[in-house]
């Protein structure tokens, strides 16, 4: 190096590096089993491709660790109060963390005054160069990363008490693994660091001091982290988060050097639901008023073999709204692993009038974080909220809720907005928000990671501004809720059985506490959701799975019969009188979760999957599993129930 490194009045010591060009992202060639076991893995990432020659015209100096607390707080001694939340990032050389991108822009801004020299935070580019240190292999030592070095290098469930251990808390102290060629430590691990660029695809060719596109929703970050695996600290991996976003898993690293003339990458063409989008308000086509089931639709439309940011692998969990204008937006998530890091939200539209869902797109995803779940809900104004479950990292032991709202029938979106406070249970949306009486919004949300253990409810009384947890728990996750007379909530989940039967919840109080007693209904399972809404004619719409389960038959025999059935309240779920089968007998074959087959009987219906539904504006109710669209009326639904008789919960 022709400089030698300095040393500003925090004491940061600040590596010179010169100009100079260097391949930056993956060839996609494999990588050893020492990074990675799982073949999904072994090619790195689809964004770090195309590799690609990057020349940085202008020399810089980078600090040689990422800032400590004690640097941190010279800027911002009320950082102070956020040592040890969560457990970690103690002592004074510890990374400072809990500081999101606007924060790190802040202090940048507050040491370039202080210092009379300019300080920033790195680019992308700049950062890959620096980690690389003139190596082209996954890691600056090699194509492994050396265990000695790792900090709890392990896909961490972590606060979630019943998949943490103690050793989820590590030590966040800066440079206690040796420093790259180029005199930087931790650029593999210890937390991650913010850069300057907003997060986009890499662009084809060859590049001049690149920086990511001109606008966008989530900022790089770099260099992986404590309690993640190895992978993911590879020189190549690129990962993002909101700008707001605050975790333990966040910190930075700063580049005192003017910024060069910057390469912006060109704008993205906008994902097929959200282009020619009919701004017109326009009400569904009305239901017949005879018995009515259209032939089920596929919405799943991924070719197979996608490898990213869709994936052909798992498709689950889906939400569905209608929007103003009739069309029918459904969204969901998409991974190999359902903890992965891989996972994102993804969308498809079915226009009013069409018979087939469009190609599913990208709609939605913070790079190399687990989105688990999405909700949404259409207020009377045309408005339609949607709710996304995000990880400070991989699983969904540790989320926040982001809210994002359009007002033009899904063409746009607001930026995701962070409404919960911290990241951690009680933060999975289901999709069944319903707008209260009183006028409070509510959003189920599952309130544990495991099978039994409840439902949150979040609230809203300002229009989704702001929101609490209720501080009850609904007996069952993924549960469905709707409101019943006198201002109540009555909910149905999965899980938490109550004398071997699902159990039903009510509340009295906006689910402050909730009184629970056995359904009828027989319990459901891994793999299944069940969808519970009230219909504009007034009954309760209840859909779940069952095995061995008695409806009325044409002739007024009971048919027995399994899988997806619909059944009806009239008294708020006092009674419920099993409808029918989802199924017009067809004998017609089709596909459940993740491409399993089956087929259509007068006793068979689909197996499992995840279920939401919602009913339109021209009264045809809309039925979703995690792979098939069901479209029936209510006329369908009663006609055989003369014959059958009300079943009654404990």
């Known amino acids: ?388 479950c995000v990880s400070a990292a991989a699983t969904w032991g540790n989320c926040v809720i982001v809210q994002r709202v359009s007002t033009d029938s899904g063409a746009t979106w607001s930026p995701g907005r962070i409404v919960t406070p911290d990241h951690g249970l009680r933060h999975m949306p289901i999709d069944s928000a319903i707008r209260h009486s009183s006028g409070a919004l509510l959003l189920p949300c599952d309130a544990v990671t495991g099978g039994d253990g409840g439902t949150a409810l979040q609230v809203s009384h300002d229009e989704g501004a702001t929101w609490a947890d209720a501080g009850g728990t609904i007996a069952g996750i993924h549960a469905g809720v709707v409101e019943i007379a006198g201002g109540s909530l009555l909910a149905l989940g999965r899980g938490d059985t109550i004398d071997g039967r699902m159990p039903l919840s009510v509340s009295r109080d906006l689910g402050a506490t909730w009184e629970f007693r056995a359904s009828p209904f027989p319990p459901i399972s891994g793999g299944q959701r069940l969808a519970l809404i009230r219909l504009r004619e007034g009954p309760l719409f209840f859909a779940s799975f069952a095995a061995g389960v008695e409806v009325p038959g044409l002739d007024g025999e009971p048919i027995i019969g399994s899988g997806l059935f619909a059944a009806l309240s009239e008294d708020d779920g006092e009674t419920w009188r099993v409808a029918r089968f989802i199924t017009d007998g067809s004998g017609r074959a089709l596909e459940t979760t993740d491409g399993a087959p089956f087929t259509l009987s007068e006793t068979e219906a689909e197996p499992r999957g995840y279920l939401t539904a919602i009913q339109d504006s021209g009264g045809t109710i809309h039925l979703l599993s995690s792979r098939q669209h069901y479209r029936f009326n209510l006329a369908w639904l009663t006609e055989r129930l003369s014959a059958s008789a009300a079943l009654h919960g404990e």
């Open 1 to 388: 190096m022709a400089q030698e490194p300095i040393t500003n009045s925090l004491g940061m010591t600040l590596i010179p590096l010169p100009p100079g060009e260097f391949i930056m992202g993956s060839r996609g060639d494999a990588l050893p089993e020492a990074v990675t076991t799982r073949a999904h893995l072994r090619h790195g990432d689809v964004d770090e491709r195309p590799a690609h020659r990057v020349t940085l015209s202008q020399p810089f100096h980078i600090a040689a660790t990422e800032v400590t607390n004690a640097e941190y707080e010279a800027y911002d001694p009320a950082h102070r109060a956020l040592r040890g939340k969560q457990g970690f990032s103690r002592e004074d050389d510890e990374a400072a963390v809990f500081v999101s991108w606007d924060d790190a822009v802040g202090f940048c801004e507050w040491l370039s005054e202080r210092e009379g020299r300019p300080y920033r935070l790195p680019t992308e580019a700049e950062w890959e160069y620096a980690c690389r240190a003139g190596t082209t292999t996954a890691f600056w030592t090699g194509d492994a990363w050396p265990e000695a070095y790792g900090k709890n290098q392990r896909r961490s469930w972590y606060p979630d008490p019943e998949r943490s251990s103690a050793e989820d808390v590590v030590s966040l102290r800066v440079a206690q693994s040796p420093p790259n060629p180029w005199g930087l430590y931790d650029t593999h691990g210890n937390v991650e660091e913010w850069c300057l660029d907003w997060y986009g695809p890499y662009p084809v060719g060859d590049r001049v001091n690149p920086v990511g596109p001109a606008e966008g929703e989530f900022r790089v970050t770099r260099g992986g982290s404590h309690s993640t695996e190895a992978y993911y600290l590879r020189s190549a991996n690129r990962q993002g988060a909101l700008p707001g976003e605050r975790s333990w898993y966040i910190g930075f690293r700063v580049v005192m050097g003017e910024l060069p003339e910057l390469d912006a990458a060109p704008a993205q063409p906008l994902p097929l639901h959200q282009r020619d989008v009919s701004a017109a308000p326009r009400p569904a086509e009305p239901t017949p008023a005879e018995p009515w089931f259209a032939p089920p639709l596929p919405t799943v439309r991924i070719p197979s073999g996608s490898m990213g940011p869709l994936w052909s692998q798992h498709n689950h969990v889906p939400a569905v709204v209608e929007c103003p204008n009739g069309d029918l937006l459904a969204a969901w998530y998409s991974c190999v692993e359902e903890a992965g890091r891989e996972t994102s939200v993804v969308a498809s539209r079915l226009r009013l009038g069409s018979e087939a869902w469009e190609p599913a797109e990208l709609m939605w995803d913070a790079p190399d974080r687990t989105e688990e779940s999405n909700a949404f809900l259409r207020l009377e104004d045309g408005r339609i909220l949607q709710w996304i």
